[in-house]
């Protein structure tokens, strides 16, 4: 039969694995927005270069404005007071 230290023990590895767990699944949420911000860039700019047409460089910095938009959207408060914020900021 465990004794009482072992049987906590054994609870605090299954907690701090269940932690671990959420932990890198939030990581990954993280990371998407990046990964494709550089799929983006790399296809652009591979683009840009093969057909030789500049507008294709302007593609990454419209969908960062387009990235930024949306996450200032997403804020529950008023979009115009959430724009106000933002640019009080110093």
Same mark, same amino acid.
Request: charged content about 20%; aromatic content about 12%; overall charge positive.
């Given at each position: 039969?465990k ?5 906590f +023990? ?6 701090s694995?269940?932690?671990?767990t959420a932990?890198?699944?939030k990581g990954e !949420?993280?990371?998407l927005?990046?990964?494709a911000?550089? /799929? +983006? !860039?790399g !296809?652009?700019l591979?683009?840009?270069l093969?057909?030789?047409r500049? +507008?294709?460089?302007?593609v990454p910095?419209?969908? /960062?404005?387009?990235?930024?938009l949306?996450? +200032?959207?997403l804020?529950?408060?008023p979009f115009m007071? !959430?724009?106000k914020?933002?640019?009080?900021l110093?």
């Open positions: 039969m004794s009482e230290n072992e049987i +023990i054994l609870k605090l590895k299954a907690e694995s269940r932690k671990m932990l890198s699944k !949420t993280e990371l927005p990046l990964l911000m550089m /799929i +983006i !860039t !296809t652009c591979f683009l840009a093969r057909k030789k500049p +507008i294709f460089l302007a910095f419209l969908s /960062i404005f387009a990235y930024f949306v996450q +200032i959207i804020v529950p408060a007071d !959430t724009v914020f933002i640019f009080s110093r």
